[in-house]
C-alpha cells in the first residue's frame, strides 16, 4: 500500500541553526512532492513545490530536496528562528490524480 | 490568505443528529475539497468536487454526503453524527490540475459529537 513517512517525534533545535525535517514514501510514483507548513489551530499553508524532474528547490530560508531512487523529500530550514516552530507536512501527488496524499507532518520546535 | 470561509466555526452536537459544515470562497476556484484530520491519521480527505454539482469520493466517505450548488459554495453533511466523527474539518480549494496542484485551506471546523 501506499505510505508517506514522516518523523512523528518533535524536532527540537536551537535558534540559528539549520532545521532538516524528512518526507519518506513507498510504493508511489510521485508527479510532484510539496511541502505545507501548519500552525496551531489553524489551516496548513503551502510553501514549496518540487517536481519528479526536479532535485532542489529555493525559496528564501527554505530548501527543498527530492530523491526519487531513494523516495525521500528532505526540507531545510536555514538561520532557524523560534516564529518557524510549527507542523510541517509534506503531501505527494501521483501522476494519475492531481489531488496531493498528505503526510502526517512532523512538529518543529525552535529554542531561542 | 486565500478567500475561504468555513462556519460554523466550533459546533458541538448530540449522537444521530445531521450536521451540515459550510465552505465558502471567493476565489472562483474550481476544485473543492473537505479533509478532516485527526491525531494519528494527519489529513485526510473525504470528498472533493470538480465543479458545480460534480463531486466525488475521498479515502474516508462514509457518513458523510457533500453538495455543491454554485462555485462558491460546497456543504459538507454528516446525517446522522457519531462519535467517531468528532475531528477538525478542513475545507480547501485549489485552481488547476495536473503537475503543480496547490491546496489552499480553510481555518478549520471543530466538531464534537457527543
Known amino acids: 500500500s501506499q505510505k508517506i513517512e514522516q518523523n512523528s517525534e518533535a524536532l527540537n533545535i536551537q535558534e540559528g541553526k539549520t532545521a532538516t525535517l524528512t518526507c519518506n514514501y513507498t510504493?508511489?510514483?510521485?508527479?510532484?512532492l510539496q511541502w505545507y507548513r501548519q500552525d496551531p489551530g489553524r489551516g496548513p499553508v503551502f510553501l514549496l513545490l518540487i517536481r519528479e524532474n526536479e532535485k532542489e528547490k529555493r525559496k528564501e530560508r527554505l530548501k527543498v530536496t527530492f530523491d526519487t531512487t531513494l523516495k525521500q523529500s528532505l526540507f531545510h530550514i536555514t538561520a532557524s528562528q523560534p516564529a518557524d516552530s510549527a507542523t510541517y507536512l509534506c503531501?505527494?501527488?501521483?501522476?494519475?490524480?492531481?489531488?496531493?496524499?498528505f503526510g502526517r507532518g512532523t512538529s518543529l520546535i525552535v529554542h531561542p | 490568505d486565500a478567500g475561504i470561509t468555513q462556519s460554523p466555526r466550533h459546533k458541538v452536537t448530540e449522537t444521530g443528529t445531521p450536521v451540515t459544515l459550510r465552505c465558502h470562497q471567493t476565489?472562483?476556484?474550481?476544485?473543492m475539497y473537505w479533509y478532516r484530520q485527526d491525531p494519528g491519521h494527519g489529513l485526510r480527505l473525504i470528498h472533493y468536487s470538480y465543479g458545480v454539482k460534480d463531486t466525488d469520493k475521498g479515502e474516508v466517505s462514509d457518513g458523510y454526503s457533500v453538495s455543491r450548488s454554485k462555485t462558491e459554495d460546497f456543504l459538507l453533511t454528516l446525517e446522522s453524527a457519531t462519535s467517531s466523527q468528532t475531528s477538525v474539518y478542513f475545507c480547501?480549494?485549489?485552481?488547476?490540475?495536473?503537475?503543480?496542484?496547490?491546496?489552499?485551506f480553510g481555518e478549520g471546523s471543530w466538531l464534537t459529537v457527543v
Open positions: 503531501a505527494l501527488a501521483s501522476g494519475g490524480s492531481y489531488i496531493p496524499t
Open positions: 476565489e472562483n476556484h474550481r476544485y
Open positions: 480547501a480549494i485549489s485552481d488547476r490540475q495536473g503537475s503543480g496542484n496547490t491546496i489552499y
Open positions: 510504493n508511489y510514483s510521485p508527479a510532484y
